[in-house]
């Protein structure tokens, strides 16, 4: 998967990030989310940065789980990842407050640009 893709390395701190640059990856499962996680830790990477629509509709509808699985992966293998993309516009409101929840620890930040990537 991640041969297909280009990788622009950044660096915030001691902190290495891998942002994904790639038109065709859509992350629809835990599986699929593993995968990457896995190749870029091997690559030396402490953080992947994600465009929004790099992620299925299914992970902002918070009923499906699929959010919260995904991240529950990134938490436990100690992986930051940073997902870039409009959230204001969102018409859920538990979706607002998980990000809000989300973005008050490092873990996981959604952010409207790459200069919001702490």
């Not at 402490?46 to 499906?64: G, V």
């Not at 993309?85 to 790459?114: A, W, Y």
């Amino acid at each position: 998967m991640i041969s297909l893709m280009k990788i622009t390395t950044h660096t915030f701190g001691t902190v290495k990030a891998a942002e994904v640059q790639s038109t065709e990856l859509r992350i629809s499962d835990v599986q699929e989310a593993l995968d990457l996680m896995g190749d870029l830790y091997y690559q030396g990477f402490d953080m992947i940065i994600l465009q929004r629509q790099q992620l299925a509709p299914e992970f902002f509808d918070l009923k499906s789980k699929l959010a919260g699985e995904i991240l529950q992966k990134f938490s436990n293998y100690r992986m930051r990842l940073a997902i870039l993309g409009d959230f204001d516009t969102e018409s859920s409101g538990s979706f607002r407050d998980f990000v809000r929840e989300s973005n008050q620890g490092k873990q996981v930040q959604f952010v409207r640009s790459l200069e919001d990537v702490q």
